[in-house]
């Protein structure tokens, strides 16, 4: 079972602010699981790394 982190921890595994992390949900902009009840918001550490490892790109020359 991953941990759930909190929205300040999962801001600072992806070096961004808890404000970005709230405006990514509401919007949708980035596909980012969370887990929410009622007011209670917490992100899955495997969906964090998942998260990053569809964001990392390779540089070609």
């Known amino acids: 079972m991953d941990d759930l982190l909190t ?13 970005t992390l709230a405006v990514w949900r ?3 902009r980035y596909e980012l699981k969370y887990v929410k ?3 209670w918001v917490r992100y ?3 969906d964090l790394l ?3 490892n ?3 790109l ?4």
């Open 7 to 19: 929205p300040e921890q999962a801001s600072k595994m992806l070096m961004v602010t808890e404000g």
């Open 26 to 28: 509401s919007t949708g």
């Open 37 to 39: 009840v009622g007011r």
């Open 44 to 46: 899955r550490y495997g």
């Open 50 to 52: 998942d998260f990053l």
């Open 54 to 56: 569809r964001r990392t």
């Open 58 to 61: 390779t540089q070609v020359s």
